[in-house]
Nanobody
Framework: QVQLVESGGGLVQAGGSLRLSCAASVSIVNINAMGWYRQAPGKQRELVAAITDDGTINYQNSVKGRATISRDNAENTVYLQMNSLKPEDTAVYYC?????????WGKGTLVTVSS
């Protein structure tokens, strides 16, 4: 069982930055993939960024150049740095971990970007 706790969300003005953190209850060294998803009101949950255990990284096209995902194995934490935030980035951001074919989710952290 993997528990994930997100933090770092909040209200920010357009053009600002936030760093989201996802702390895992277990060592993330052997977790196959960890990522950040988001869900805006009335929309489906979508992938923002993901990083695998071998360091492969994928970003959603809309955040490329503005987002950086990283993992700190010593702290069992995955980060999402978001810069140049836009109102359309407003959403609940969820941390995801996939290991041994099982997906785990955090409860989410709200990011609100004001124009």
């Amino acid at each position: 069982q993997v528990q994930l706790v997100e933090s770092g969300g909040g209200l920010v003005q357009a053009g600002g930055s936030l760093r989201l953190s996802c702390a895992a209850s277990v060592s993330i060294v052997n977790i196959n993939a960890m990522g950040w998803y988001r869900q805006a009101p009335g929309k489906q949950r979508e992938l923002v960024a993901a990083i695998t255990d071998d360091g492969t990284i994928n970003y959603q096209n809309s955040v490329k150049g503005r987002a950086t995902i990283s993992r700190d194995n010593a702290e069992n934490t995955v980060y999402l740095q978001m810069n140049s935030l836009k109102p359309e980035d407003t959403a609940v951001y969820y941390c995801n971990a996939v290991t041994n074919g099982v997906a785990y989710w955090g409860k989410g952290t709200l990011v609100t970007v004001s124009s």
